[in-house]
């Protein structure tokens, strides 16, 4: 079974870093795209970014980019997402969710972060 | 700040149809046939019903189909049931940005 696992909810305080994870199993990690998503508390999906894992190619959103980090380790099969300064904004669940051609399917089951 | 438009809510009956729009621009939905569809249920991670206009994935009911014309794309939902109140999200190729994706806003759709 194809499967996205995330790391779990995590609370932290304005100015801290963080690193939260996505593992994918039961396909070749390599060949496809991984993307990752926010949604703030009752608001819609946002595009963050997307890693092209074979090759490292990583294309941020002009709303992201400068405000977080994508990352890949694939010897485990994992995707990080990291902050070096949390702002109160950063609130929201984030999704990461694996890529062919324009469809994204499955998704991780979302990490929740607040910070306050 | 989302390039697809979609209605911020619908509602129908049990047992009704209902479709739900999503319009875009030359740009994206209207030349590339790359339209997804995502069921999202409260709490809950976004479920992949439609790709590619209208293709549906193994495990997405038969009631659930997608079409195009021009610039907007529909999702439409045969014999509504309580299980399909969610909010729904199409999502498409697009030129305009180096990511090549977009979102519509959601829709909630309440049974």
């Known amino acids: 079974e194809v499967q996205l696992v995330q790391s779990g909810a995590e609370v932290k305080r304005p100015g801290e870093s963080l690193k939260i994870s996505c593992q994918g199993s039961?396909?070749?990690?390599?060949?496809?795209?991984l993307a990752w998503v926010r949604q703030r508390p009752g608001k819609g999906l946002e595009w963050m970014g997307v890693?092209?894992?074979?090759?490292?190619?990583?294309r941020y959103s002009p709303s992201f980019q400068g405000q977080v980090t994508f990352s890949i380790d694939t010897s485990i099969n994992t995707a990080y997402l990291h902050w070096t300064s949390l702002k109160a904004s950063d609130s929201a669940t984030y999704f990461c969710?694996?890529?062919?051609?324009?469809?994204?399917?499955?998704w991780g089951q979302g990490t929740p972060v607040t910070v306050s | 700040q989302s390039v697809l438009t979609q209605p911020a809510s619908v509602s129908g009956s049990p047992g009704q149809p209902i479709t739900i729009p999503c319009t875009g621009t030359?740009?994206?939905?209207?030349?590339?046939?790359?339209v997804s569809w995502y069921q999202q249920h409260p709490g809950k991670a976004p479920k992949l019903i439609i790709y590619?206009?209208?293709q549906r994935p193994s495990g997405a009911s038969y009631r659930f189909s997608g079409s195009k014309s021009g610039n907007t794309a529909s999702l439409t939902i045969a014999g509504l049931r309580a299980e399909d109140e969610a909010d729904y999200y199409c999502?498409?190729?697009?030129?305009?940005?180096?990511?090549?994706?977009?979102f519509g806003g959601g829709t909630k759709l309440t049974v």
């Open positions: 969710t694996r890529g062919g051609g324009g469809t994204f399917d499955p």
């Open positions: 039961g396909y070749n990690f390599t060949i496809f795209r």
């Open positions: 890693i092209s894992v074979g090759d490292s190619d990583m």
């Open positions: 030359s740009g994206d939905i209207g030349s590339y046939n790359y």
């Open positions: 590619d206009v209208t």
């Open positions: 999502t498409s190729f697009t030129r305009a940005n180096s990511l090549h994706l977009v």
